[in-house]
């Protein structure tokens, strides 16, 4: 296997703006992936959906502060741009865009984003900063590339479809792509967060996609939603996590319940449980 040719990588807005004006005067279009970096085979799916989709893919790279509340894993949050940048080249992207946090939050930065709607309940319930930081920023994004497309994974499935609703709610120009969430051999979702498991706790955290299976077969089924739940819950614990903030059956795009406790309309199951200090996610089609 050949080389690829280093990554070209961007920190200032100013710089940014001049290649992206330089490939739009060439009349090329441009997909974005915006990314916190840590990249894994997941991010590069989505590098690689990007070039089928446009003739420039720019990946931004940057731990976002305003999406992480003070308790969490902020700091610790795997930085490797390097590493990063060569992994991009080599899925084919053109360029990396990896600001200061300075620069997209400088002195007297003032602005908020507040959202309802998908972004209630679930991850909303438990990371209630999480969702106005990251439309903040994937606004920010956004007007800073201009970009005609952005993908981003189904892992994060109600980031997504936060994401597709202000983009929908603000008439932003740009199609908005999810790509379905790549798992290792053993089904494991992959994420950057993945980083911070044990050997014995990969072996747990394996477990977790077989059991949200079973749960959306039997929810596809038509058994009643309230026992699909709590068996997945109490399955999930017999795995070995060692807390759920939520295993949920609802509604696949508004993540709305369903009034009615069976599955009626097109679904999604989704999960968050903590093994030690790890927090992980994961969902499934019903
Ligand atoms: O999914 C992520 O990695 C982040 O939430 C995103 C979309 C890059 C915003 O910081």
Redesign the pocket.
Known sequence: MSASAPLPVVRAVTDLRATVGDWKRQGLSVALV???GALHEG?LTLVREAGRRADRVLA?N???PT?FAPTEDLARYPRRQEEDARLLAGAGCHLMFAPTPEAMYPEGFATSIAMTGPALGLEGDFRPQ?FG??AL??TK?FNQVQPDVAV??E??YQ?LMV?RRFVRDLDLPIDIVGAPTQRDEAGLALS?RNDYLSEAELAVARRLNQILAEAAAGAAAGRPLPGVEREAYAAILKAGFERIDYVAVRHAEDLSPFRDGVVDAPARILVAAWLGKTRLIDNMAV
């Open positions: 915006p990314t916190m991010h931004s940057f731990v976002n999406q999480m930081g990251v920023i994937v994004l981003f994974g892992k994060d980031q994401i950057s």
